[in-house]
């Protein structure tokens, strides 16, 4: 349904307004950004991005209200799992690579 | 680092032997399939995933050991945090449409 990826791309969308600027955040394709966001926008029973193409404002998106409500809920199910699953956590973590730049 | 689909990929992996089958069972193309595994191999220390494309048996993929531990300890963690967060999960998982062969 969400995974950490699409979450922070819903957070990205909030902060910059606009699906472009979200994905070049997070170093993915314009198309890509797009790609996930129609799967969340069809998988849910609301969108969760709404974006105007064009107009006077060049476009531009944000999050509707069901968006708003699954990215704090899902930022808090993490709060919950952080803190219940801490150290399994921690050690999955620590098989990444570290990444240059990344997290 | 890992969401809910790539563990789902790696697991049908696992159970197919077959990256393209793997894809198929989840619905996704056997670019985006492949895609996936080559982002998962490169975020962790070592291949989570390994494929021998061609060749007499034609090809086929297993999970590392690695692959298997990195499955494993995100399950581990889901099933953690359903415990402690499964309340604000319910409520997530109601905010999604229902898919007709879905889950």
């Known amino acids: 349904m969400l995974g950490p990826g699409k979450a922070d791309l819903l957070q990205q969308i909030r902060e910059t307004g606009s699906i472009s600027a979200a994905g070049r955040a997070m170093g993915m394709s314009y198309k890509r950004a797009w790609s996930l966001v129609e799967e969340m926008n069809a998988a849910f029973r609301e969108p969760l991005v709404q974006s105007a193409?064009?107009?006077?404002?060049?476009?531009?998106?944000?999050?509707?209200?069901?968006?708003?409500?699954?990215?704090?809920?899902?930022?808090?199910?993490?709060?919950?799992?952080?803190?219940?699953?801490?150290?399994?956590?921690?050690a999955l973590a620590g098989f990444l690579r570290d990444m240059p730049g990344g997290k």
């Not at 699954?70 to 952080?82: C, D, M, P, S």
């Open 53 to 90: 193409r064009g107009g006077a404002s060049g476009g531009g998106a944000q999050l509707t209200a069901m968006g708003e409500a699954v990215l704090v809920g899902y930022r808090r199910i993490e709060e919950i799992a952080a803190e219940a699953a801490g150290a399994e956590i921690a």
